[in-house]
T-cell receptor
Framework: DGGITQSPKYLFRKEGQNVTLSCEQN?????MYWYRQDPGQGLRLIYY???????QKGDIAEGYSVSREKKESFPLTVTSAQKNPTAFYLC?????????????FGPGTRLTVL | AQSVTQPDIHITVSEGASLELRCNYS??????LFWYVQSPGQGLQLLLK??????LVQGIKGFEAEFKRSQSSFNLRKPSVHWSDAAEYFC????????????FGSGTRLQVQP
């Protein structure tokens, strides 16, 4: 079955550590996205990538980094520079060639800073 | 830049009652509009979408939404709510040009009373 997988489901981090969240898709989509979700704030865009080896900052990119070396993979690193990293992180993908922006979402990773 | 407002943070309805969730958007042209649903701790699932044409769109699980250009609204409706509809609902807008990532509202949490 085609879809998006995120791992791990739960992640705990000590303050000062970098952590990397995995996102893989087998939908053959060109575009991939990372969102952060906090209670009462909806989803906010961290980074997005329209094509391999290219990505752009979203609305809240500070303290995060990404790479897009393969079409199917878009890992997100939460660095120690992110002041409040505890949140639910969602990865999504879309078909860049479609006229619309319909996005498909993974199940999410909950990150907790101890 | 586009924006989305969901004025109701939390709504409680009785099982079998009708439901309407409000969504207002701001965008310079006719946008792409989406409604997503999220169960606790899960990713987002697309309920329905509007791109053009008929302003009343049908989605999954018996949901429908109506695009009203004059009111910049895209309200979600269901004639008879089931207990399994309890979840959080997000309205999202996508730009026709430029950045293709979606902009989400802050969400409406639906509680269903027996």
């Amino acid at each position: 079955d085609g879809g998006i997988t995120q791992s791990p489901k739960y992640l705990f981090r000590k303050e000062g550590q970098n952590v990397t969240l995995s996102c893989e898709q087998n939908l053959n989509h060109d575009a991939m996205y990372w969102y952060r979700q906090d209670p009462g704030q909806g989803l906010r865009l961290i980074y997005y990538s329209q094509i391999v080896n290219d990505f752009q900052k979203g609305d809240i990119a500070e303290g995060y980094s990404v790479s897009r070396e393969k079409k199917e993979s878009f890992p997100l690193t939460v660095t120690s520079a992110q002041k409040n990293p505890t949140a639910f992180y969602l990865c999504a993908s879309s078909d860049r060639d479609r006229a619309n922006n319909e996005q498909f979402f993974g199940p999410g990773t909950r990150l907790t800073v101890l | 830049a586009q924006s989305v407002t969901q004025p109701d943070i939390h709504i409680t309805v009785s099982e079998g009652a009708s439901l309407e969730l409000r969504c207002n958007y701001s965008y310079g042209a006719t946008p792409y509009l989406f409604w997503y649903v999220q169960s606790p701790g899960q990713g987002l699932q697309l309920l329905l979408k509007y791109f053009s044409g008929d302003t009343l769109v049908q989605g999954i699980k018996g949901f429908e939404a109506e695009f009203k250009r004059s009111q910049s609204s895209f309200n979600l409706r269901k004639p008879s709510v089931h207990w399994s509809d309890a979840a959080e609902y997000f309205c999202a807008v996508g730009a026709v040009t430029g950045r293709r990532a979606l902009t989400f509202g802050s969400g409406t949490r639906l509680q269903v009373q027996p």
